[in-house]
Structures are given as C-alpha cells and as structure tokens.
C-alpha cells in the first residue's frame, strides 16, 4: 500500500467524507427522536425507551456483527446496512410529515437504526486498515476523533433546529446521509478485507476466538482491562455535571453550555494529539487519559460545578491523543481475520461498563453528597492510571512502526 499524505489517499477521504455525512444525521436524530416522542406522547418514560431502543442493538449485536465482518464481505455488510436505515429513517420521516407517526413505530424505527450502526460498525476498523498504510493509523484515528468531536458539538444544536422547521426535518436528512455513506462505499475501490479462507468453526467457537485472541496478547489484554473498566468515569461524571449543574441553580441551557465544553476540547484535542505523540513516549500516551482523571479531585476542595468542568478539560484534550494510539495498536496486532471479532469484543466489554457509570453516578448522588460522588470517580480513575503505568506489557510495548 502507498503511502501517500492522508488528504490525498482517495479511499480514506471518501471513507471519511461518508461518515462525517452519516454521524452528523445520526446526531441530529440523537436530539429529534426523544422531542418528537415528548411531542406526541409527553412522556419522558416512553423517550427513554425510545433511546434504549436505539442503544441496545449497539451491544446485543455487536459479537454477531463482528462475525459476520470476518466470515462475509465487508463492503456488502456496510452497504446493506446503509440502505436498510436509510429505508427505516425515510419512512418514518414521511410518517412524521403525515402526521401519522405512532410510538410504536418510532422505538422499532430507532431499533433497525441501532442494529444497522452494530452491522456497520462492526466492519468499520477492518476497513480503516486495509485503506490506511500502519505507519499512518494513528493520523487517521486523530480524523476520526475530530470527525466525531465535530459532529457532538453540532449536530444536536442543528438537529434541534431542524425538528422546529418541521419535525420530518432531521430524519429526512439523517436518511440522506445514510444514502450519501452508501455512495461513498460504492465509489472506493480498495478491497476492503485480505483474501481469506473460509471458517468452518462451529459458530460458538468462532463468536468467541476474538476474545481468545485479545486475552492471549499479555499487551492487548491490559490494554482492554484498563480501557473497559475506566469507560465507568466519563459518563458518570458526565451525568454528574448535569445534576450538580442543577442543583447549585444552573439552567438547561447553562447545563448544556458546559457539556458542550468537552466537545470544544476534544477537538481542539485532535488538533494537538500529533504534537504530543511526538514529545512523549509511546508508555505515557498510553496511561495519559487515566491521569487526568484525578484532576477531578480539585472539586473536593472547591465543589462547584464549574470548577468540575473546567477539571475534565484536560481529559477531553487526553482522548484523542491515547485514542490515536491505543487503537492503531490494536489494529494493527490482530489478524485481519479476526479483526470484526477483536473489534466488537472491546465494543461488547466497553459499552457495557460504559452504562454502569450513570448508574453508578446516580446511586451515588441520591445517597451520598456530590463530594464523595466525584472523589469516588476521582479515585477509581487514579486506580486505573496506576494500573496502566505500573504495567509490564505496556512498560514493554514496541514501538507502532516495529509491529
């Protein structure tokens, strides 16, 4: 594979370009879907369901996606994906426009949704490596982090105004660009998968080689210790700025304005990862991410909410910088074979914690005082950067360019 400068690798771009259309109608959607359901129903259980719906194909069918990412043709996969939530999308966009838009209709619309992201997502990584040359992986997962920092910060302040032009507003153009991602797919030409004999493993045995596979790397299994246990911090202190920003007076837009923070900074975090990665060992950039964490601790002396946002900066400007390392890392240590299974395993183990941490946050602030609600996230994310800088396998990881 050549290695020509990102900007000019036609097949990158056009990867890039389709899933900066699809993640951008996938976050206006994000904020449309619970207003439209508070519209119809005024129901604030039923929008819940509704997000749940949306979110549960993510980690029931990501094991299954990541098979089928292996075993099938990646490009057939995505496609079908595509055309599948472009057709679920643009009825019920029509539906809306008709006024004829049932509940019911809305949770299965958002489910076929979510399975379509698991389908595709599970096929996504594989395609990422067989375009990108190993040397650039990491400047290529700094694009993917500024795409998706982009379209948080804009996409559900643009879906919210969309939603009052008319309510079929976003999800007409959430359909158009999974038609535009559908496009993208068709147009590039690189194989999307090495050629590759076919698996006659019993489907069992299969679903789990890739959790084999990564628990078999003593470097790739701490690596997804450490990354599937610390997914607990950030939405828990997530959903703690929103309660503490409320209870100390703040409005929902005042809320909103401090969430909206962390999407600034992680991208400004993008911008600035290739710098960092050339000052500081590849060790460091590893754990970098768990160490500010702790910094969470300064709202134990000063509780104020803003003092808590202003705290999680510094991981905001982290995660891009130890995204752009850990998973090039992953990539590229696991067979291409495996590489659907490999990826949806940490989708699988990460998701799953990841939903623990508001609820953990939650429990935690309805018992105790906000104080020991943060030293308790402050103090788990301390464990977790000790873990990592203690670590033998990551003390002792080669270098990207040495894999």
């Known amino acids: 594979m050549s290695s020509v400068p990102l900007r000019r690798n036609r097949d990158f771009v056009l990867l890039?370009?389709?899933?900066?259309?699809?993640s951008a109608g996938t976050q206006l959607t994000q904020i449309a879907y619970p207003l439209l359901v508070l519209a119809l129903t005024?129901?604030?259980a039923k929008a819940g369901i509704v997000a749940f719906a949306r979110a549960l194909p993510l980690w029931l069918f990501a094991l299954p996606a990541g098979l089928a990412a292996d075993r099938f043709r990646r490009r057939r996969i995505m496609i079908a994906a595509d055309v599948v939530r472009t057709a679920a999308v643009t009825a019920l966009g029509v539906t809306v426009l008709l006024h004829h838009a049932a509940f019911w209709a809305i949770a299965v619309v958002a489910f076929v949704e979510g399975a379509g992201a698991a389908l595709f997502g599970g096929a996504q990584l594989g395609v990422m490596r067989s375009v990108v040359p190993k040397p650039q992986?990491?400047?290529?997962m700094n694009v993917l982090t500024a795409r998706i920092a982009i379209v948080r910060l804009a996409g559900p302040p643009l879906g919210g105004v969309l939603f009052g032009v008319t309510r079929a507003l976003p999800f007409l153009a959430d359909a158009g660009s999974y038609a535009a991602s559908t496009a993208s797919l068709l147009a590039m030409r690189t194989p999307f998968e090495e050629?590759?004999?076919?698996?006659?493993?019993?489907?069992l045995q299969s679903l789990v080689e890739g959790i084999r596979?990564?628990?078999?790397?003593?470097?790739?299994r701490t690596i997804v210790g450490i990354f599937t246990l610390s997914q607990i911090v950030f939405p828990g202190v997530s959903l703690a700025v929103v309660v503490i920003g409320r209870r100390q007076g703040l409005t929902s837009g005042e809320i909103g304005g401090l969430v909206a923070v962390f999407g600034v900074f992680l991208l400004l975090g993008a911008a600035i990862a290739p710098f960092v990665r050339r000052l500081l060992p590849t060790r460091v950039l590893i754990v970098l991410e768990f160490w500010t964490w702790?910094?969470?601790?300064?709202?134990l002396i000063w509780p104020s909410v803003y003092v808590l946002t202003a705290t999680i900066i510094p991981t905001a400007l982290?995660?891009?910088?130890?995204?752009?390392?850990?998973?090039?890392y992953q990539m590229s240590l696991t067979p291409d074979r495996l590489m659907g299974r490999a990826t949806a395993a940490v989708t699988s183990l990460t998701g799953g914690t990841a939903a623990l941490g508001p609820l953990i946050a939650g429990f935690l602030l309805a018992n105790v005082s906000a104080r020991a609600t943060i030293g308790v996230f402050a103090a788990f994310g301390l464990a977790m950067a000790a873990w990592g800088t203690l670590s033998p396998a990551i003390r002792a990881a080669p270098k990207l360019e040495e894999i």
Not at 294 to 299: N, P
């Open 137 to 140: 992986l990491p400047a290529a």
């Open 294 to 299: 702790a910094g969470c601790g300064l709202f």
């Open 318 to 328: 982290a995660i891009p910088t130890t995204d752009s390392i850990v998973w090039p």
């Open 16 to 22: 890039q370009g389709g899933q900066l259309l699809s």
């Open 42 to 44: 005024h129901s604030a």
């Open 213 to 220: 596979f990564l628990w078999s790397s003593p470097f790739l």
């Open 195 to 203: 050629e590759r004999e076919p698996e006659s493993a019993p489907m």
